[in-house]
T-cell receptor, first 113, second 112 residues
Framework: KQEVTQIPAALSVPEGENLVLNCSFT??????LQWFRQDPGKGLTSLLL?????REQTSGRLNASLDKSSGRSTLYIAASQPGDSATYLCAVKLGGGAQKLVFGQGTRLTINP | GAGVSQSPSNKVTEKGKDVELRCDPISGHTALYWYRQSLGQGLEFLIY????????KSGLPSDRFSAERTGGSVSTLTIQRTQQEDSAVYLC??????????FGPGTRLTVL
């Protein structure tokens, strides 16, 4: 059974710092991995999607890497801003034709002005 | 364009009552998903619809839960004889040929 773990559960840093969020998964047979952002009381917003054949994806100040063989992904946020405060979730899409996403518990990020 | 919409945004019901939750996916999206997000359980898959294919119901927690998708568009998630453990935020997502899932704002269900 695929399990996804995110560390840390919560993180608080001052504005302007670069930071890394971690995601690990137990079964390397994934189709892709996505990072989402969730604001309080809101739905999820997709940030980056990495296909299983890719090593990383970048969007603005965000960079996500994927090491499928070791079951790890990281989300790097450069020059953090208070508006980056949210819960960040990673999710893997299983291989073998399965369509569902398996989510981690999330990292609650607070950027202090 | 319009995103995924869900209604109601909040629902409070009494234990034992039936509830219906609605999801309007992005127009033209062929795939639709329901997830449940509860404290301590994270976000868990419930059911998946793709076009006219039989839905993947493998995530439904009990036979009190059912869902349908009419005309390949709007979907309704029905929970019969609600229990307190059904209290959660129910999220709907849709996607087309790409892999990115677009999520609605969710319905917060509280069972008293």
């Amino acid at each position: 059974k695929q399990e996804v773990t995110q560390i840390p559960a919560a993180l608080s840093v001052p504005e302007g710092e670069n930071l890394v969020l971690n995601c690990s998964f137990t079964d390397s047979a994934i189709y892709n991995l996505q990072w989402f952002r969730q604001d309080p009381g809101k739905g999820l917003t997709s940030l980056l999607l990495i296909q299983s054949s890719q090593r990383e994806q970048t969007s603005g100040r965000l960079n996500a890497s994927l090491d499928k063989s070791s079951g790890r992904s990281t989300l790097y946020i450069a020059a953090s801003q208070p508006g980056d405060s949210a819960t960040y979730l990673c999710a893997v899409k299983l291989g073998g034709g399965a369509q569902k996403l398996v989510f981690g518990q999330g990292t609650r990020l607070t950027i202090n002005p | 364009g319009a995103g995924v919409s869900q209604s109601p945004s909040n629902k409070v019901t009494e234990k034992g009552k039936d509830v219906e939750l609605r999801c309007d996916p992005i127009s033209g999206h062929t795939a639709l998903y329901w997830y449940r997000q509860s404290l301590g359980q994270g976000l868990e898959f419930l059911i998946y619809f793709q076009g006219n294919s039989a839905p993947d119901k493998s995530g439904l927690p009990s036979d009190r839960f059912s869902a349908e998708r009419t005309g390949g568009s709007v979907s309704t998630l029905t929970i019969q004889r609600t229990q307190q453990e059904d209290s959660a935020v129910y999220l709907c997502a849709s996607t087309n040929l790409g892999d990115t899932q677009y999520f609605g704002p969710g319905t917060r269900l509280t069972v008293l």
